[in-house]
């Protein structure tokens, strides 16, 4: 099995976890690493031969902007105090601790390579935390929370693993020019996205074709990232200050068809690229056994005690954290996301996983300094790495969701009914405001003034039903009854028609384009 064919398993696994993990209720980045890590001790499964350097660029780009999709600006405006707590404070608190701790066990560990190590296992992976959180119905806030941790937490943790590593191979650190390095690599970053997320948000608009726009869509988080790499800025924050910024600028509300084709394609890449991703991480675990020489359970005594320091920091730092969030939180604060019990704060704690990007760093670690000296402690340094990655993110991926059952956390369901209400309502007065303005430049017939009135409520009470009194309820649950049966006998009918086009197409003397065309009229006929 060569490299090409490792990558063809990779997705054809990615696509078969998803049922699997559903029908064996278990995350699926969890289920795919377990998967990657039996198949790597395979004797025909080759070793993984992907440069260390491009797994970041190949694999965070797409997952973080299709996560972007999922929130909105506002959403990290009105976070904002939570997100630095936990995605700034939280990261760099972590980084000195494992540093402490490693630096103080880990025999010829110099303080900069332990602060490298600190800052690679002290982001939670972003993706492995919002694909458990999101399947396992928590409150929204909590899957907010964690998601805003999630996306801005590696631009922390890679500027301060990339100013460690450049202590160590250069040999020469300066906290002014690391602070300058910081500053600036944060200001580039914005920078470059903003531009860059103005730019396609331009050529979308004149685009038009929604086939053109989601290919668009698929270059910019990759041009974001190595543009902002190449002048010296962060890419993560680069490709998170892209997706934010297209996100709040979206394209003209009544293309149906563009938003329909983006959300599928971005569901898609997110399930490929998520399943490659995890699956690596098992498939690595081979290579860095290799590297054990004997030392297994010295290593991975010391690995424990990193990942015991990981998880400990995290829980001592999100107790008392929520208590100040929880006595800061006011009345102003009211779109503000913050857990509302301990045990939603013991969730929060337990989400904790690490996952893709700690991975791509610790393998992305130098193999030498710019003396032609080996990097210091490297396959240790590789090691513990994998046993904090393995360890929380089997262990708390596969107990979260016992976890949550056991507290009882829930989604607030009331407070969705009342939102979801309340846009019901906005519809519904949106679409009658719309008719009346129709009506003051153009007479309209009063059966049809009357039809498209009787529209504007049924727009919101297909939404919530609720809006209407209950006389109105049961007329519309009538009408809606009807139309259901409509729309079933619709579709068979429509059904046969694709049927019948799509047989024409094997027919000698047929065109194929024609037939297509034909056949994508129906299609959309089918959606509306």
Do not use: K
């Amino acid at each position: 099995m060569d490299q090409l064919a490792l990558l063809l398993a990779l997705l054809f696994g990615a696509v078969l976890t998803v049922p699997l993990a559903d029908r064996l209720d278990l995350p699926a980045p969890v289920l795919m690493t377990l998967a990657g890590a039996a198949v790597a001790f395979l004797p025909f499964v080759p070793a993984v031969d992907i440069p260390p350097e491009f797994i970041l660029p190949l694999v965070l780009p797409p997952l973080l902007y299709a996560a972007v999709q999922r929130t909105s600006w506002r959403q990290f405006a009105a976070n904002v105090r939570p997100i630095l707590l936990l995605a700034v404070a939280l990261v760099l608190v972590t980084t000195v601790a494992v540093a402490s701790v490693a630096h103080a066990v880990v025999p010829g560990l110099p303080v900069a390579a332990a602060i490298a190590l600190g800052a690679l296992v002290a982001p939670p992976d972003p993706i492995a935390a919002t694909a458990v959180a999101g399947r396992l119905g928590l409150p929204r806030r909590l899957v907010s929370i964690l998601e805003g941790e999630g996306l801005f937490n590696d631009v922390t943790a890679i500027v301060v693993y990339h100013i460690a590593i450049a202590a160590v191979v250069s040999g020469v650190f300066s906290w002014p020019a690391a602070a300058a390095q910081f500053v600036l690599s944060a200001a580039v970053a914005v920078v470059v996205g903003l531009a860059l997320g103005w730019l396609s948000n331009q050529l979308m608009s004149r685009l038009g074709d929604a086939t053109l726009q989601v290919g668009l869509s698929l270059m910019v988080p990759y041009v974001s990232y190595v543009l902002a790499e190449e002048l010296y800025g962060s890419g993560v924050l680069a490709v998170l200050t892209t997706a934010l910024f297209l996100a709040e600028r979206a394209a003209d509300p009544d293309d149906v068809m563009g938003r329909l084709a983006g959300s599928t394609f971005w569901q898609i890449v997110d399930t490929l690229v998520t399943g490659v991703a995890f699956g690596l991480i098992g498939l690595e675990l081979r290579t860095v056994l290799a590297t054990v020489d004997g030392r297994f359970l010295t290593l991975l005594g010391w690995g424990a005690l990193i990942t015991a320091v990981v998880v400990g920091v995290r829980l001592c730092w999100l107790l008392p954290a929520t208590w100040l969030a929880q006595r800061l939180h006011t009345r102003r604060d009211y779109a503000e996301d913050i857990p509302m019990s301990w045990r939603e704060t013991v969730v929060m704690w337990w989400s904790g996983m690490r996952g893709v990007a700690s991975v791509a760093l610790a393998l992305a670690i130098p193999l030498l300094t710019d003396s032609g000296a080996p990097f210091p402690a490297r396959d240790e340094i590789v090691f513990i790495a994998f046993v904090v990655i393995l360890a929380t993110l089997v262990l708390q991926g596969l107990t979260l969701p016992w976890l949550v059952r056991r507290l009882g956390v829930r989604p607030d369901a009331e407070a969705e009914h009342e939102l979801e209400h309340s846009l019901a309502l906005r519809a519904a007065r949106a679409a009658r405001h719309r008719l009346r303005e129709i009506e003051e430049v153009e007479e309209l017939p009063d059966d049809l003034a009357e039809r498209l009135l009787r529209g504007a409520y049924e727009v919101g009470a297909r939404i919530s039903p609720d809006i209407v009194d209950e006389e109105r309820r049961e007329w519309y649950s009538h009408r809606a009854e009807r139309a259901r049966i409509f729309r079933r006998v619709q579709r068979e009918m429509l059904s046969a028609a694709r049927h019948e086009v799509l047989a024409a197409r094997s027919e000698p003397g047929t065109n194929p384009e024609i037939v297509d065309r034909v056949l994508r009229r129906i299609d959309v006929r089918s959606l509306r």
